[in-house]
């Protein structure tokens, strides 16, 4: 289960009761819009009724179609997408660790700079490797050239035969120079739902296809994404927590005029959720001038660079960390260091839960920091559904609230704009 703890939000300014009192009449109003279907962006809605729709036959498909490119014996499996193309994808399998259970070597290819993508390539070229190709649209530059140099290595290597059974395409059904040129190739193609935007297409082929390849129980996952999905139909703001979290952005966006959230984890392994948290939020609210600046912060790591800021600088952001209760590792300290021996009755899990309330103290008390808590039971395919969806839901809610798209993001097009015309010309 996901819950957000709003405990260490500075109670004399706002709670739980009084965001119930100021929201939920704009968020009874939202889901009307939605429901008579006045609401904008609707032909992106997909992703709600997914988890409910899709079928045991079809995951089946996903999972034989990993297995055929896994019995090639191969080394690593390269996952070439940018932005929605992976990022969810990635979370999934960095906090529930999936990669433990796979002799596969997962990359992701997510940028084209010449000192990394040329380090990847060096890599893996003189092994045999899957490839992974995403790209909802088919024609987005960064995955197009560095697919075209990974696939062309194994054609290389392997003969164009060989190369092209160890490719899986994800892309769009209708459209885009990928379909095309993966119709061509006969490579095994998956498609992404038109009515389901990059950023919130993680739970489809576009993070199915590499959870499989990593042996992560699918049904689970669902399984966490269907819960979420039934839990989050209650429109109370007192039984909604992604609601509540998403009115609570919105009052100190738009009541404290605060610009930033920074958003904490504790753990690496959960720096990628942040990512999509700072993508599925950026891109869904950052329109017409509005929308929260979501930064985000590794601790106790940052806590010795950027924590002096936040306990002292500009109180120009909230904070919202994220804190798993049963994680996947952990041990009984046996410390030999006599300075430090006193930790000796702590588990090493202890130590970081101590360090997180401590931070969380120091920074709502001392800092007068407003602090949200996402409390998140464990690090498994079945939380990592419900989270994801739980976190859809938010960035929904907070476009709304916001009164804008939550599903376009024609900013993004800017930069592409001006690249393409000036590599074209
Ligand atoms: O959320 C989005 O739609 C974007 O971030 C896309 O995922 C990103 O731009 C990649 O696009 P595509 O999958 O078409 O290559």
Redesign the pocket.
């Known amino acids: 289960m996901i819950k957000l703890n709003s405990k260490f939000v500075l109670t004399k300014q706002i709670n739980d009761a009084k965001i119930k009192t100021l929201y939920q009449t704009k968020v009874n109003a939202i889901l009307k819009t939605i429901k008579t279907k006045k609401a904008l962006g609707l032909n992106f809605t997909g992703w709600i009724d997914y988890p409910n729709k899709v079928t045991k036959t079809q995951l089946q498909k996903i999972v034989s179609a990993t297995n055929k490119i896994k019995n090639k014996k191969i080394k690593y499996l390269v996952v070439i ?5 992976y990022l969810g994808l990635k979370a999934c399998l960095d906090m529930t660790n999936a990669y433990k259970n796979s002799n596969l070597s997962v990359i992701f290819i997510h940028n084209i700079h010449q000192n990394y993508l040329l380090e990847m390539l060096r890599k893996v070229k003189n092994d045999k490797y899957g490839i992974v190709v ?4 088919g024609r ?1 530059l960064e ?1 197009a050239l560095a697919f075209d140099m990974f696939y062309q290595n194994l054609v290389q290597k392997f003969g164009k035969k060989t190369a092209d059974k160890l490719i899986i395409a994800v892309t769009s059904q209708h459209a885009g120079d990928l379909r095309e040129t993966a119709i061509k190739n006969k490579w095994q193609t998956f498609f992404i739902p038109d009515n389901i ?3 919130y297409s993680a739970l489809t082929p576009v993070g199915l296809i590499t959870m499989a390849f990593c042996g992560l129980d699918l049904n689970k996952l669902f399984s966490g994404a269907k819960d979420a999905t039934k839990k989050l139909k209650n429109a109370s703001l007192l039984q909604n927590d992604a609601y509540r979290y998403a009115c609570y952005r919105h009052y100190f966006f738009k009541t404290k005029k605060m610009d930033i959230e920074n958003i904490v984890v504790y753990d690496p392994y959960l720096q990628s959720i942040t990512k999509t948290m700072q ?1 599925l939020f950026a ?1 869904s609210e950052g329109k017409q001038g509005q929308g929260l600046y979501p930064a985000s912060c590794l601790f106790t790591t940052d806590l010795h660079s950027l924590g002096q800021y936040l306990q002292q600088g500009k109180k120009c952001f909230f904070e919202t960390s994220l804190f798993v209760k049963k994680t996947h590792a952990d041990c009984q300290l046996k410390i030999k260091d006599p300075v430090i021996k006193y930790l000796n009755k702590f588990k090493l899990s202890k130590v970081n839960e101590i360090a997180f309330l401590s931070t969380i103290k120091a920074h709502t008390y001392d800092g007068k920091i407003n602090n949200l808590i996402i409390e998140i039971d464990k690090q498994d395919a079945y939380h990592f559904g419900y989270l994801y969806t739980w976190l859809m839901y938010t960035a929904m809610m907070s476009a709304y609230l916001l009164k804008v798209n939550p599903f376009d ?1 024609p900013g ?1 097009e800017a930069y592409k704009k001006r690249m393409n015309d000036v590599l074209k010309k």
């Open positions: 997408g940018i932005g929605g193309s995403i790209s909802k649209s987005t995955p935007g990059g950023r993508q891109e993001q993004v």
